[in-house]
């Protein structure tokens, strides 16, 4: 797993073997921070990032200088390796929460720039994911919520879908 670009581009870092992770692909990855920086100043964004996994993408919104990165991610092991990095790489802007997705989109206050969401791709109630983060005024004005998910998913005809963009096995459904 690699970062991509910004400040620690090319950086090469080793998740634990092991993890019960399904990390972005390094193509998939660089195709939507394309995308990503078409439309905003990747500067001084701020992130949430959930079902963080290993952790890169945020690392790569961090690296990119987002003012914010906040994962949420569940299981320990995956906890210990994004707090080890964010240690060894000295992200200040980088937040971690361990718990349950939905527990913390109770949370209500929380605004950002950009939401991104990869939730294991056989999860139940990842086609409310879109509902949870639009309704419960997550986004900033103008902010995007992208949702990673396989193909059993269709999220073409959302009120609120901007586009969906398809890297092999990766899909994208971003809404506004």
Not at 39 to 59: A, N, P
Request: aromatic share 12%; hydrophobic share 40%; proline share 5%.
């Amino acid at each position: 797993m690699r970062i991509i670009s910004g400040k620690y581009r090319g950086k090469i870092l080793h998740p634990p073997s092991g993890l019960r992770v399904r990390p972005t692909t390094d193509f998939a990855r660089e195709a939507l921070f394309n995308l990503l920086s078409n439309h905003f100043d990747l500067s001084g964004l701020e992130v949430l990032d959930l079902f963080s996994g290993t952790g890169s993408i945020g690392f790569e919104f961090a690296s990119r200088g987002a003012a914010l990165v906040q994962m949420v991610e569940q299981r320990d092991a995956q906890i210990r390796f994004i707090r080890k990095t964010i240690s060894e790489l000295r992200l200040e802007t980088c937040r971690v929460y361990q718990g349950n997705v939905f527990l913390f989109l109770r949370k209500k206050g929380l605004r950002y720039d950009v939401v991104f969401a990869d939730p294991p791709y056989d999860m139940e109630g990842i086609d409310q994911l879109p509902k949870r983060i639009l309704e419960g005024d997550f986004l900033k004005p103008g902010g995007w919520f992208v949702l990673e998910h396989g193909r059993k998913y269709a999220f073409d005809s959302h009120p609120r879908i901007r586009e969906c963009r398809k890297y092999g096995s990766v899909h994208f459904s971003i809404f506004e």
